[in-house]
């Protein structure tokens, strides 16, 4: 039996059936992340001990039959800024190398309490801020598909993960494209809800109007299972939404008959790969061939959104991270002299260049003086651009987009380029700025056999039309694993004992 | 001749709300709690904690608004207020800037006989910081979170005052209607009420401001007093001097009469301010509003008005009895059961201020109750007890809450009720003072006392004066 290429509901279906147990589940993950983390290093943490004990407590729950649900003794990855109780989480952030949290976030409590057994936590961008995962402190992580390139990020860790099978699935979190992107560069599913769907309390803030936590699997119906564990009203969350319903997997039809689908011609412009863009053509006949009504129309203000988006992000994210000051916990410069010298030696040696970066950024657009020319007038794009979506839903259900204008480039190509960079999210940051759910799925790979996403965008809290389009696209299509986790015959080696966690070198 | 120079002030008043519990998290506010025992990931900024607004910070705000005849925002948000600093977890304040909960408002103050409008610019929510506590034998600062998060409403005055008295009468008045709503203590001493005064001076008759100064540290009403005079005196003589006064914030200090800047508008900060994205906007409906409003209790002025009109209390007492809406409401709540408010007012106005004074305690503290004064009023106006019976129980009522009733059974202090008992004594007193006698009927009123006296000494206090009196007359 082939565990760690099972989609995280069939391999909840066995656990339950006993078929296996959660502890062979999780010895399956610990030893394909030993043949595969010194390449693709996924992971910041990866709590091996831990996770067989928290596999075996499952156990005895699901024996004594107090656990049944879909996710029960399934092992997940999370992204490095969840908070997990007494477990290491650091943003991928020297800042934060030894911090180990007083609680668990709301969304990883209601995986733990559906049973699934987290292994580690995922690298990323640091403090969530890149498109590449390569800013983190602790190393690059590198495309399952291809290790010359980069997995994009931020939840470059948690999409590379699972691509690479050391995790059934993964939580990511999104501010601008950061589940979508990543997913669509490692050929995994990725997605976004509605703004106020998961809970953010524990999820290290960078964009906190922004924010949403999600989940990264191998199909749609994952996508769906895990978002009907994770989404909640919380209390605790003072943005979080009291939805009308929280039943997702319902969706999973495979029926796209009159559904109405726009396609926005100004993302078809410059700047979109060529290949990307064949692909995702393609996809929409393949709707169409279903029985849906695709149009192309004119979403505008599609240049705004990332100044927007970079504005409003960084202003947040100025603030958000002005906590990590080297009082309280967190890095603090050995020597210093009074306390401004304390602040600016920790906060200097602690962060790196791109998280400095948008510090400096967002205290600029939000100085006295700029206020209203930078911070309130991306606020006002914002509104526009809200605007625009909605008038789109007034005609279309799903707006049908590539997730990324490329697939994902070298190591190292972008980072000498921030600007280059932050035009990569083009087709993400708008789905924030308006608060819309979008989920992004694999629709090929292009002809140096990297993975191409398609993105699909619903309105507010019509996640069900994305799910429905995604799944229907998917019922036509066998999944595609990267070559890295095509095991040979004998090539598996046996679980090693003590396994490791991931140094910071890579 | 000399100039003749006017005083402008305006006022920030801080003031710590009387909830249970902080602004954003569940921790208890109390004061003086072992140091961070009252904490929690959101009020120590714990990376992933998210604040939720406690209501009744929202309710007792708006309470305070529309006493203060504020305009109440009905969608208001908060903004977060960026500085560094270690007392402050998060290195912001959620405070309100661009949409505070009220704005637009006056409280009339009583200025030398005359009344006068005091205008509100405007009043916000926020939290409050922790406190630093510097070590200086270890060379080292500690910092104690029990208060950060508590909540805090600021109430920016226009710059309408002209006097410390002035200051004086707007800051009693303030909290006067603060405390009445239950809102908060308002004490400066222990900081639940913080002042910073905003002065510049003038040439009188001139139009525009000058420059002004901000002034903090000021811990009592004499020290705000002392401050305002200090001030005025270095801004005119700068001005003599041909000098300007410059913008700044200015710390005083108490024990030496005198302040020192501590901050120019140089090298003030910029907070850079922007709406708080973890919270939504307050939507403060009409029906939320008219519940608030219902519950607004009657205000001191009106009470006053009330006192003198359906209870004929002269207007001093009125003002003293108002002067806490604790003690108002134990007159009424007194007067309501034994029906004899002139009574209960001096019962209030006399001995329960005499004690008040002797034990060190605020009218607040008064913990005795409405009840037991009640009944006490009954005995000595049935002449059960005579008035210095009652003084020694109203003390035991004040201290311990004791039922008079029982306590002047228990210790037999009533007075005694047997006519031929009295006799005897009285009988006695008249053979025993053969002088007092003679002296009464040559006409010297004055001996008739010293017989009551005596008698209530051999009567050991149980006896009604005004009894005893009357049988002493009939019996000479």
């Excluded at chain 1, 092992?75 to 180990?100: H, I, Q, R, W, Y």
């Excluded at chain 1, 987009?401 to 480039?409: D, G, I, N, R, S």
Aim: glycine fraction near 8%.
């Amino acid at each position: 039996m082939d565990i760690t290429s099972m989609t995280a509901a069939e391999l909840g279906e066995r656990i339950k059936n006993r078929e296996l147990s959660a502890v062979e589940a999780v010895k399956a993950y610990l030893v394909q992340i030993d043949r595969l983390e010194s390449d693709v290093h996924s992971f910041v943490t990866v709590d091996q001990e831990g996770a067989l004990k928290r596999a075996r407590e499952i156990q005895k729950k699901i024996d004594k039959e107090q656990l049944f649900g879909p996710l029960a003794g399934v092992p997940v990855a999370v992204k490095d800024n969840l908070c997990t109780k007494g477990m290491l989480t650091t943003c991928s952030s020297g800042m934060l190398e030894n911090f180990s949290p007083a609680f668990t976030a709301e969304a990883v409590k209601k995986l733990e309490n559906a049973g699934a057994v987290i292994i580690g936590k995922t690298n990323m961008d640091e403090f969530a801020m890149g498109s590449t995962t390569e800013t983190s402190y602790f190393g690059v992580t590198r495309n399952p598909w291809n290790l010359k390139h980069v997995p994009g990020g931020s939840s470059g860790g948690s999409c590379a993960a699972v691509a690479a099978e050391e995790c059934a699935f993964a939580l990511g979190s999104d501010t601008g494209g950061s589940i979508r992107q990543p997913s669509s560069f490692c050929g995994v599913t990725g997605i976004k809800p509605t703004y106020g769907t998961v809970s953010r309390y524990g999820l290290i803030a960078y964009g906190s109007s922004l924010d949403q936590i999600g989940p990264v699997a191998r199909d749609v119906t994952d996508c769906a299972v895990i978002l009907e564990v994770i989404a909640s009203h919380d209390p605790k969350d003072s943005t979080s939404m009291q939805r009308e319903t929280y039943d997702f997997t319902s969706a999973l039809v495979d029926d796209v008959k009159g559904m109405r689908i726009g396609i926005p011609q100004d993302y078809f412009t410059e700047g979109l790969d060529k290949e990307v863009e064949r692909h995702i053509q393609h996809a929409a006949k393949v709707l169409e061939e279903k029985g849906a009504i695709v149009e192309e129309f004119d979403l505008s203000l599609v240049k705004y959104a990332i100044p927007a988006y970079y504005v409003i992000a960084s202003a947040e994210a100025g603030s958000n991270l002005s906590r990590f000051d080297g009082v309280k916990y967190g890095y603090r410069t050995p020597e210093y002299e009074g306390l401004h010298s304390m602040y600016k030696k920790s906060r200097s040696e602690g962060f790196g260049a791109e998280v400095k970066r948008r510090i400096m950024l967002g205290s600029f657009v939000l100085s006295s003086g700029y206020y209203d020319a930078y911070y309130l007038k991306a606020l006002k794009t914002k509104a526009l651009i809200k605007q625009a979506f909605d008038k789109a839903f007034q005609k279309y259900d799903i707006i049908l987009a590539p997730a990324a204008p490329t697939t994902a480039p070298k190591l190292g190509a972008s980072l000498n380029d921030p600007l280059k960079m932050y035009l990569g999210d083009i087709y993400t940051v708008s789905v924030n700025l308006a608060g819309l759910p979008g989920i992004s799925i694999p629709v090929g790979t292009d002809s140096k056999g990297l993975p191409v996403g398609m993105q699909i965008i619903g309105s507010c809290f019509d996640e069900v039309k994305l799910l429905r389009a995604a799944y229907a696209y998917e019922q036509t299509k066998i999944y595609e694993r990267p070559n890295l986790v095509k095991k040979g015959q004998g090539e598996e080696r046996a679980l090693m004992e003590g396994g490791r966690e991931n140094g910071k070198a890579v | 001749m000399a100039k003749q120079y006017e005083t402008v002030i305006g006022l920030e008043v801080h003031v710590e709300l009387a909830t249970k519990t902080k602004i954003f998290c569940s921790c208890s506010t109390e004061f003086g709690g072992t140091p961070n025992t009252h904490t929690c990931p959101v009020c120590t900024g714990m990376p992933g904690a998210l604040p939720v607004l406690n209501r009744q910070v929202v309710e007792y705000a708006a309470a305070i608004g529309l006493a203060a005849n504020c305009e109440i925002t009905r969608v208001c948000k908060f903004d977060r207020k960026n500085y560094f600093y270690p007392d402050n977890p998060q290195n912001y304040q959620i405070s309100q800037l661009y949409l505070p909960i009220a704005k637009n408002g006056y409280v009339e103050i009583d200025a030398g006989g005359t009344k006068k409008k005091i205008r509100i610019h405007e009043m916000h929510m926020e939290e409050d910081a922790g406190k630093l506590i510097h070590d200086e034998w270890d060379d080292t600062t500690l910092v104690d979170y029990n208060r950060s998060g508590v909540p805090l409403v600021e109430i920016v005055s226009e710059p309408d005052m002209h006097s410390s008295d002035e200051v004086t009468a707007y800051l009693e008045k303030l909290r006067t209607i603060i405390q009445y709503l239950g809102a908060s203590d308002c004490k400066l001493q222990e900081g639940s009420m913080r002042v910073d005064v905003n002065l510049s001076v003038r040439e009188t008759g001139m139009k525009e401001y000058r420059t002004r100064t901000e002034m903090k540290n000021l811990n009592s009403f004499k020290a705000i007093a002392r401050a305002i005079e200090g001030e005025r005196t270095r801004q005119i003589e700068l001005l003599e001097a041909g000098k300007k006064v410059v913008q700044e914030t200015r710390r005083w200090d108490d024990n030496k009469e005198a302040s020192y800047a501590m901050r120019s508008k140089e090298d003030a900060k910029d907070y850079r301010y922007f709406p708080e994205p973890d919270l939504v906007p307050i939507v403060i409906s009409e029906e939320w509003l008219e519940r608030i409003r219902e519950r607004q209790p009657q205000m001191r002025d009106e009470k006053i008005k009330r006192y003198k009109k359906e209870f004929d209390i002269p207007q001093y007492d009125a003002e003293i009895i108002t002067s806490s809406r604790h003690m108002a409401d134990i007159f009424e709540e007194t007067s309501a059961i034994c029906k004899k408010p002139k009574k209960v007012s001096n019962w209030l106005m006399v001995e329960t201020m005499r004690l008040l004074k002797e034990y060190g305690m605020e009218p607040e503290e008064i913990s005795f109750s409405p009840k037991n004064l009640a009944k006490l009023i009954q005995l000595t106006e049935s002449g059960i007890i005579n008035n210095s019976v009652a003084k020694a129980v109203f003390e035991k009522i004040f201290t311990d809450d004791v039922e008079p009733d029982r306590y002047v059974e228990e210790h037999k202090l009533g007075n005694v009720s047997d006519e031929g008992e009295l006799l005897k004594v009285l009988q006695k007193v008249i053979a025993e003072n053969p002088q007092a006698v003679v002296d009464y009927k040559g006409g010297k009123e004055k001996a008739l006392g010293a017989l009551v006296g005596q008698t209530m000494k051999a009567m050991k206090g149980k006896a009604d004066p005004g009894m005893v009196h009357k049988k002493l007359r009939e019996l000479l």
